[in-house]
């Protein structure tokens, strides 16, 4: 049945303004409505959301604003026949970019100077605490479309980039790629490891205390996954014994992160809100990725970032 309306959930509000949405998406040839969750879906209905709701499963088809789509019941929709499609593929840049100021902040000490900048201070930072990124070793675990991103930063950068891959196959750009079984000894010598997998239960808990000991002491953990991919007890230990330098994070296993989060406290942990995403263009990034996968489906055609 082709689909004669495309549904945006409201919880699309939390990440980007829903109006600028819908705009972005009027070259559809179908009606684009706001819907609640007092509203119902059909058979001929499209629905795009940020959250997951039980009774989207009724539509013809369900997009999921977001690359991760841990929060979505994928069993449901396959057995419902509802296609599921997520986000994935557009946030090589956006997520490429945050990382690459981490990476740079953390080096050049921007975050040091803007504290004391706060405070009316001229600084003299120790002199062994500045370095250049320029030929230090980035290893960036999963290498999907932020993966990527990264490692194009950071190779541009003038890094030595590293990275696991469930296959284990050659990227162009990546010096050494290792498989997840060999995580140990792609961490183990880089300055910056970088987080860029999907949560699963493969990935759940995946950097604990054994990684963090593996890691250099002067080391840095970047992570832009999602929070629960870190055991956050074990990382808090491991930045206050110093077993690991510092940390950029954007995502936490508590969002938002709770006020008495000790994260919140540490000079050299960045902490982010979640918006390694955000931009002012992220509504037409993901309207462009909407009408694509509409078309697919009105054609018949198999569906791009299908996940269910
Ligand atoms: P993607 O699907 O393009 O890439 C994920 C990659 O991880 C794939 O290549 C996959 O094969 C690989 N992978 C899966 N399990 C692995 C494992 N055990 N070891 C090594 N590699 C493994 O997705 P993406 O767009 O790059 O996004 C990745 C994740 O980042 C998302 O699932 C989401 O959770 C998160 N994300 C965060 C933000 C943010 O704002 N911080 C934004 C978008 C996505």
């Given at each position: 049945e082709p689909l004669d309306r495309l549904c945006v959930h409201e919880s699309t509000d939390e990440k980007v303004p829903i109006g600028a949405f819908v705009d972005a998406l009027s070259d559809l040839p179908v009606p684009v409505e706001v819907v609640g969750d007092d509203d119902a879906v059909g058979e001929g209905d499209a629905v795009a959301t940020y959250r997951p709701r039980?009774?989207?499963?009724?539509?013809g088809w369900v997009h999921c604003l977001?690359?991760?789509?841990?929060?979505?019941?994928t069993d449901r929709y396959a057995a419902a026949g509802t296609p599921l499609t997520n986000?994935?593929?557009?946030?090589d840049t956006t997520v490429g970019e945050l990382v690459a100021g981490y990476m740079l902040t953390l080096a050049r000490r921007l975050h040091v100077y803007r504290d004391h900048q706060n405070r009316r201070e001229w600084y003299d930072p120790p002199y062994e605490q500045p370095f250049t990124v320029d030929g230090e070793m980035v290893c960036v675990v999963g290498l999907g479309t932020i993966g990527r991103g990264v490692a194009d930063r950071a190779r541009g950068l003038g890094m030595d980039v590293v990275g696991v891959r469930r296959s284990g196959a050659p990227v162009d750009g990546v010096s050494t790629v290792y498989s997840p079984a060999e995580l140990h000894a792609a961490i183990d010598d880089a300055r910056f490891v970088v987080l860029a997998v999907p949560q699963t239960p493969e990935t759940e808990g995946m950097f604990s205390r054994p990684e963090f000991e593996e890691m250099r002491d002067d080391a840095y953990l970047v992570n832009v996954?999602?929070?629960?991919?870190?055991?956050e007890a074990a990382l808090v230990d491991a930045l206050e014994a110093g077993t690991i330098a510092g940390a950029g994070l954007d995502?936490?296993?508590?969002?938002?992160?709770?006020?008495?989060?000790?994260?919140?406290?540490?000079?050299e942990v960045l902490v982010s809100p979640?918006?390694?995403?955000?931009?002012?263009q992220y509504h037409s990034d993901l309207a462009v990725l909407v009408e694509e996968i509409f078309h697919q489906y009105q054609s018949d055609a198999s569906l791009r970032n299908r996940v269910a």
């Open positions: 039980d009774w989207f499963v009724d539509a977001r690359a991760g789509y841990d929060e979505f019941d986000s994935t593929g557009i946030h996954a999602r929070g629960p991919v870190v055991d995502v936490f296993e508590t969002e938002p992160l709770p006020e008495d989060s000790p994260l919140w406290g540490f000079e979640h918006e390694g995403s955000t931009t002012n």
